[in-house]
């Protein structure tokens, strides 16, 4: 099992930065795939960014060359480095896991799901 914990959303101008984190429990989690995906009020869950088992990164268009996805495997955390950010980035951002494994896209293919953190992007 493992539980998976969202901080770092807040705030921010546009064009500025934050840096959200996803501290997940249990080792194996360093060796899962991973993403980020976001979800505003109506609109289906989105998918951001993920990284597979072996550091392949996915990023949407949207956020290509503005967001970074990485994992630092000694602290079990998750992180998504967001540059440049656009009020149409305002939403509920979610970490998620699955099992060992190249990048996944898709939501559903994701066991495990953090509660979600709240970033507002304001122009």
């Known amino acids: 099992q493992v539980q998976l914990v969202e901080s770092g959303g807040g705030l921010v101008q546009a064009g500025g930065s934050l840096r959200l984190s996803c501290a997940a429990s249990?080792?194996?989690?360093?060796?899962?795939?991973a993403g980020w995906f976001r979800q505003t009020p109506g609109k289906e869950r989105e998918l951001v960014a993920a990284?597979?088992?072996?550091?392949?990164?996915y990023y949407t268009e949207s956020v290509k060359g503005r967001f970074t996805i990485s994992r630092d495997g000694a602290k079990n955390t998750l992180y998504l480095q967001m540059n440049s950010l656009k009020p149409e980035d305002t939403a509920v951002y979610y970490c998620a896991a699955g099992g060992i494994g190249p990048v996944v896209v898709t939501a559903t293919d994701y066991d495990y799901w953090g509660q979600g953190t709240q970033v507002t992007v304001s122009s």
């Open positions: 249990g080792r194996t989690f360093r060796r899962y795939f």
């Open positions: 990284i597979g088992s072996s550091g392949t990164t």
